[in-house]
């Protein structure tokens, strides 16, 4: 990974870096990077008030909601069959332990900022 000025780290190669699951959001968002874990889902660490209602569009908003925090290094989000009706987003400190498996949640981890 190449370090601009800015601090924010980008990948040399960003299509080698997609080749193993790594993704961008947009234009807006592309100095950032997730590493996306379908179907499993990253327990505690959630950030003081990281947690709540979000858009059921399969953890996207989720995804932008901790590019635009900066101490969120994962998220994990909540599919609203499990949730009663209601899609919630987790943002994440951190992972202390591997993932749980898990048919309804999208978790991913992001790449420091």
């Not at 889902?41 to 947690?51: C, F, K, M, R, T």
């Not at 900066?70 to 993932?99: E, H």
Request: with cysteine.
């Amino acid at each position: 990974m190449a370090r601009p000025r800015s601090g924010v780290i980008t990948p040399v190669n960003r299509r080698a870096a997609e080749d193993f699951g790594w993704f961008s959001l947009d234009r807006q968002f592309s100095p950032f990077l997730f590493r996306s874990l379908p179907r499993l889902n990253i327990e505690s660490n959630d950030l003081p008030g990281g947690a709540g209602p979000t858009a059921n569009d399969s953890g996207l908003a989720c995804a932008r909601a901790c590019a635009q925090n900066f101490q969120c290094r994962a998220y994990t989000w909540v599919d609203p069959r499990a949730r009663g009706g209601t899609p919630m987003c987790y943002q994440k400190s951190g992972i202390n332990a591997l993932p749980v498996a898990d048919n309804f949640t999208m978790s991913g981890i992001v790449v420091p900022h």
